[in-house]
């Protein structure tokens, strides 16, 4: 049991860092396959509403791979993937849509507010927040986005008011048309276009891996400059190459400090921020 007395001890250890990022925006991106266990998924709800209530402003974007594969299995609509990415033909859009909107976003947005926060859940749809286009070169896949374009006068709206946004990554494109985009891209473009200081990515494993499978192989530091030849050896693959290439990109686009983290680990947020503890993969300039 702790004693009051360590109790405050514990708090006043943390002053330095709630200072240090008081009044700072922490994009969030909560993984599909990190969502399956309740009991964790309370645990990134509590640690995202503490954030906001020591005065952060967390911007939560969340993905839902599993859910949506496990929904058109469910509707008999077969699904495949080429690197990575869902080839996404209309009857799809409109699932993945259904899924991460209706569903996945509601779910979140209810977990926060069951802690306390007052979340709000937005589409990039929504004020125009996520103008997006067919990603260039992968016409082919259907109605896979890109984003072209973040309005973020609506968040700006809703976070002054201290309401926490979810947002599911749906681009808007002309004509009312749904774009399918990555998760990782709209978080980090989220993160640039809000000159956030940070961009956590949680996900299902311990970080970056350098032997596939291997969880004690784990990278702690992984310089930008050597993302290019790591998947290019093939050591990243798959979900993560969308993941080190959005914490690139949003390096270079000014955001201080990007992080893959394991959302299977209780208070992996907290622990990131909170403490000296090296936990996850943190992508750097360099
Ligand atoms: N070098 C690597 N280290 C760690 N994981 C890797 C590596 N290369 C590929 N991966 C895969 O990347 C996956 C994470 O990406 P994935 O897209 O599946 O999850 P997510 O992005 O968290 O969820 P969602 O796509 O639903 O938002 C891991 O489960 C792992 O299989
Ligand atoms: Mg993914």
């Known amino acids: 049991m702790t004693t009051p007395c360590e109790k405050a001890a514990i708090l006043v250890e943390a002053l330095p860092y709630i200072r240090d990022f008081y009044g700072r925006t922490v994009v969030v991106k909560y993984g599909g396959s990190a969502m399956a266990d309740c009991r964790l998924r309370k645990a990134v709800m509590e640690d995202i509403v503490l954030m906001r209530y020591v005065g952060m402003h967390p911007i939560v974007v969340h993905g839902g791979g599993p859910n949506i594969t496990r929904m058109l299995k469910r509707l008999g609509i077969s699904t495949r993937f080429v690197d990575g990415l869902r080839i996404t033909d209309e009857e799809t859009m ?70 926490i946004p979810v947002i599911s990554p749906i681009g808007a494109g002309n004509h009312g048309q749904s774009f399918n985009i990555n998760a990782d891209h709209v978080a980090s473009a989220l993160a640039t276009a809000l000159k956030a200081d940070k961009l956590v990515l949680l996900t299902d494993v311990p970080g970056i891996l350098a032997v596939p499978d291997d969880v004690s192989s784990r990278i702690s530091r992984l310089r930008a400059s050597e993302v290019e030849s790591y998947i290019d050896c093939g050591i990243i693959s798959g979900g993560m190459i969308p993941k080190v290439e959005c914490c690139v990109e949003a390096l270079q686009g000014g955001v201080n400090r990007t992080h893959i983290l394991d959302g299977r680990i209780p208070h992996s947020i907290l622990l990131e921020i909170f403490t000296d503890e090296g936990i996850g993969s943190m992508v750097v300039n360099g």
Request: proline share 0%.
């Open 94 to 163: 409109e699932v993945v849509e259904m899924v991460l909107v209706g569903k996945i976003n509601k779910d979140i947005v209810a977990g926060l507010n069951d802690m306390g926060g007052l979340a709000v859940g937005l589409s990039g749809k929504d004020g125009m927040l996520i103008r997006a286009d067919h990603m260039s070169g992968k016409e082919h896949l259907g109605f896979v986005g890109q984003v072209r374009e973040i309005n973020t006068g609506v968040l700006e709206t809703i976070t002054e008011k201290g309401y």
